[in-house]
């Protein structure tokens, strides 16, 4: 588990990096909604593997490389990753691994119970301060509203007993509590900011990039790209709203940001606000500078930015294969992995478990023809200058009170003074009684 979880936060690093590098080189090229959407894909890398791409780019990488292959082999199993059904073999830097994502777990629940209560605290206190929206002109502004922009669901509009900032709370039921103290012809904006925002599913994605900050709570990158996805998801915002609007209401938009700029000393979480505290100005300057970008300049924007992601995806490569040993049959492998594999020679055919059986030492080597080795003397091993490797398992027999636990490991053994030696644990095998 902490294997993926420390892949995801490499890769969505990674990626943010980039990402950071092609909104500068590409800042005349994009839109604010550009960069917007790429910075999601940013914040579905953390929290989605690549390891679902590595089986295709394996056998895509296959047509183009050609393996050798031993030809008394019936396949290939990477031992480094091999789960063993019943007893797991626990050496220190497994018990090591387990203690460090049992830690990182019950940080990130409490980072997440935190917010959770925090929002659920807010929520309900607004909730209680709510009152009817009276304003005579709501009607005529929804009607307008829906000539403007389409929307399925009329959100509730409120006001609040207390003088607050127009934002919207909730994800499935929005909730838009609107400010009490407005200029007159200005709660059309208002509005139509906040239904921008609800229809562009701005708040979902918040929730998810909450999510996101409390499953890597240790990557300080993460919370640089949350305050990135809470900036842009105005920007984004205020370009759909001013879309194939005139100079004039452009700046009757401009207006109503410039009277909000005092806002933001009321932060509501998992919500969007009219309001965004000290960057009023830079989307004031973005509105001001605004100018049609070129289909080529767009198109070639998004060109380099997929091949961002596509090298970012190459990480699917780096998740571990896991094969599964059932009892004492190895399922055998069909593709070739990188490092630590061992060959299964004529196991699958003479059945592997009928060797495995065959206990005659508490330490022994079981070779490819299935012949049955003790550990060698000191003596034979310090006599030996020359070794001649042959390929096999090692087991290890352990007998208790109840029965015996058999061990086989990935091994190797020199045909001339004997030396054995240990690879990676295969698989356990426990017997009651013990039959040996």
Avoid at 73 to 100: F, P, S
Avoid at 168 to 178: D, M, R
Wanted: with cysteine; glycine share 6%.
């Amino acid at each position: 588990m902490m294997g993926y979880l420390f892949l995801m936060t490499s890769a969505g690093s990674a990626l943010y990096i980039g990402y950071l590098l092609w909104a500068r080189i590409f800042r005349e090229s994009t839109t604010q909604c550009m960069k917007y959407r790429a910075l999601m894909i940013v914040m579905f890398a953390y929290v989605v593997p690549w390891a679902w791409l590595g089986g295709t780019y394996r056998r895509i990488m296959s047509v183009f490389m050609l393996d050798e292959v031993n030809a008394g082999a019936n396949g290939v199993v990477d031992v480094a990753n091999i789960e063993t059904k019943g007893a797991a073999y626990q050496t220190k830097e497994y018990r090591l691994l387990l203690l460090m994502t049992l830690i990182w777990f019950m940080i990130a629940m409490l980072f997440l119970l935190i917010r959770t209560i925090k929002f659920l605290k807010r929520s309900h206190s607004f909730h209680g301060l709510a009152i009817k929206c009276e304003d005579k002109n709501l009607e005529q502004t929804l009607k307008g509203l829906r000539e403007t922009i389409r929307f399925k669901h009329m959100p509730e509009i409120a006001w609040t007993r207390v003088d607050n900032k127009t934002f919207t709370l909730g994800a499935v039921k929005p909730i838009i509590y609107l400010q009490k103290k407005y200029v007159e012809g200005d709660l059309y904006w208002i509005l139509k900011h906040e239904m921008v925002h609800i229809i562009g599913r701005d708040i979902w994605v918040k929730l998810l990039m909450e999510f996101v900050c409390c499953l890597h709570w240790f990557n300080p990158l993460i919370y640089f790209l949350e305050s990135e996805i809470k900036y842009l998801s105005e920007t984004p915002c205020d370009e759909r709203v001013l879309k194939g609007c005139t100079d004039m209401e452009c700046q009757a938009y401009i207006d109503l940001l410039d009277r909000n700029r005092s806002g933001g000393k009321q932060k509501i979480p998992f919500s969007s606000a009219l309001e965004g505290g000290n960057e009023i100005d830079r989307r004031i300057a973005l509105m001001r500078q605004r100018k049609k970008i070129g289909h080529r300049e767009k198109a070639m924007a998004i060109g380099v930015f997929a091949f961002l992601v596509f090298l970012n995806s190459l990480t699917a490569l780096a998740y571990p294969k896991i094969y599964h040993v059932k009892e004492t049959m190895i399922e055998v492998a069909k593709d070739s992995m990188d490092g630590g594999n061992f060959w299964i020679y004529d196991y699958a055919k003479d059945g592997y478990g009928t060797y495995t059986d065959a206990v005659l030492y508490n330490e022994q080597f079981v070779d490819k023809d299935g012949h049955i080795h003790q550990v060698a003397s000191k003596k034979e091993q310090e006599a030996c200058t020359k070794h001649e490797i042959v390929p096999g398992v090692v087991q290890i027999h352990k007998k208790d009170s109840q029965g015996c636990t058999l061990e086989t490991y990935d091994g190797t053994r020199c045909s001339e003074c004997g030396n054995m030696w240990k690879g990676d644990l295969l698989y356990i095998t426990n017997k009651m009684p013990c039959p040996h």
